[in-house]
């Protein structure tokens, strides 16, 4: 599945099949939370955050993609993530676009 940022796909005529995503909430453990916490007393990257960040994406993008299979795309163009708070320590990735089929 090709996807894409950018609205066009050089050299392809396409149909557009409509919006797809994929979305999941994360969360590290307690005692994560806590020891990031006090990261942030002394600054530096937050390893176990980025990870999480990570993981949600990839789930939130391969849910994507299943949507945009069931719809028979060959690709998602005019992709994007969205991230929310839902809680203390608690994420939301969102990935969307617009799935495509070749003519």
């Known amino acids: 599945m090709l996807i894409t940022t950018t609205e066009i796909i050089p050299g392809k005529e396409l149909e557009l099949l409509g919006l797809v995503r994929g979305s999941t909430v994360q969360t590290v453990n307690a005692f994560r939370d806590i020891g990031a916490g006090l990261k942030t007393l002394v ?56 799935a495509v089929k070749y003519k």
Request: aromatic share 6%.
């Open 43 to 98: 600054g530096g990257e937050l390893k176990k955050y980025n990870e999480m960040m990570d993981n949600a994406r990839r789930i939130a993008t391969d849910r994507m993609i299943e949507e945009a299979n069931r719809l028979g795309a060959d690709a998602i163009v005019g992709m994007r993530y969205a991230t929310s708070a839902i809680m203390q320590s608690a994420a939301e990735v969102m990935a969307y676009g617009t």
